[in-house]
């Protein structure tokens, strides 16, 4: 079967940093992405690794193992409106090129 | 900014009846995907399609649930007939290409709620 698993729910403070984990199990792999998506709005694209490795835009960055089937999206100076969930997806080649999305993690940021 | 556009944003139904929503991808999207979302889960593909042409429908319930692209733009996707368990958010979402579908871009839902 096929699998991604990512925590459910993370609570941080404003300025914090925040490290989501996804960890996959599929039959192949082409790569990993990050969606964020806020309540009641449509998902957006944030990043993809196909390599290992650390790949950074702005705030946001994504890290990618794949010898060991895992990746992170590290949020880093937390605003309150990052509040949001926030989907790792897999390409999983032999299913074609369409994603498999992990259940999500929602993502609380305080004052 | 192009957008995907879909409509309706929302549709209350009652069970066994049909129900259809449309998709225009951003222009020059050569693939176009249909998913669904359960509230507090992540989106489920139900069918892709490159230009008119169907790539993935293995999640497609079939025996109700059909899409259709025909001249490669806009796409609709239809339920006949429509069950409890169909409630849900329907996304559109397109690619440039089957080989950039890790960056999709989603349309803002169809929230269908089934009574």
Same mark, same amino acid.
């Given at each position: 079967?096929?699998?991604?698993?990512?925590?459910?729910?993370?609570?941080?403070?404003?300025?914090?940093?925040?490290?989501?984990?996804?960890?996959?199990?599929?039959?192949?792999?082409?790569?990993?992405?990050?969606?964020?998506?806020?309540?009641?709005?449509?998902?957006? !694209?944030?990043?993809?690794?196909?390599?290992?490795?650390?790949?950074?835009?702005?705030? !946001?960055?994504?890290?990618?193992?794949?010898?060991?089937?895992?990746?992170?999206?590290?949020?880093?100076?937390?605003?309150?409106?990052?509040?949001?969930?926030?989907?790792?997806?897999?390409?999983?080649?032999?299913?074609?090129?369409?994603?498999?999305?992990?259940?999500?993690?929602?993502?609380?940021?305080?004052? | 900014?192009?957008?995907?556009?879909?409509?309706?944003?929302?549709?209350?139904?009652?069970?066994?009846?049909?129900?259809?929503?449309?998709?225009?991808?951003?222009?020059?999207?050569?693939?176009?995907?249909?998913?669904?979302?359960?509230?507090?889960?992540?989106?489920?593909?139900?069918?892709?399609?490159?230009?008119?042409?169907?790539?993935?429908?293995?999640?497609?319930?079939?025996?109700?649930?059909?899409?259709?692209?025909?001249?490669?733009?806009?796409?609709?996707?239809?339920?006949?007939?429509?069950?409890?368990?169909?409630?849900?958010?329907?996304?559109?979402?397109?690619?440039?290409?089957?080989?950039?579908?890790?960056?999709?871009?989603?349309?803002?839902?169809?929230?269908?709620?089934?009574?």
């Amino acid at each position: 079967g096929q699998s991604l698993e990512q925590p459910s729910e993370v609570t941080a403070v404003e300025g914090a940093i925040v490290q989501i984990n996804c960890t996959y199990q599929t039959s192949g792999f082409y790569g990993l992405s990050w969606y964020q998506q806020h309540d009641g709005g449509a998902p957006t !694209f944030l990043s993809y690794n196909a390599l290992d490795g650390l790949e950074e835009t702005g705030r !946001f960055s994504s890290f990618l193992s794949r010898s060991d089937s895992y990746g992170y999206l590290l949020l880093q100076e937390l605003q309150m409106k990052d509040s949001a969930s926030y989907f790792c997806a897999v390409r999983d080649n032999q299913a074609g090129t369409a994603l498999i999305f992990g259940k999500g993690t929602t993502l609380s940021v305080s004052s | 900014e192009a957008e995907v556009a879909q409509s309706p944003r929302y549709k209350i139904t009652e069970k066994s009846q049909a129900v259809a929503f449309w998709c225009d991808p951003i222009s020059g999207h050569a693939t176009l995907y249909w998913y669904r979302q359960i509230l507090g889960q992540g989106p489920e593909l139900l069918v892709q399609f490159q230009d008119e042409s169907v790539v993935d429908d293995s999640q497609l319930p079939k025996d109700r649930f059909s899409a259709e692209r025909l001249k490669g733009v806009d796409s609709t996707l239809k339920i006949q007939p429509a069950e409890l368990g169909d409630s849900a958010m329907y996304l559109c979402a397109s690619s440039l290409a089957r080989s950039d579908s890790y960056e999709q871009y989603f349309g803002p839902g169809t929230r269908l709620t089934v009574t």
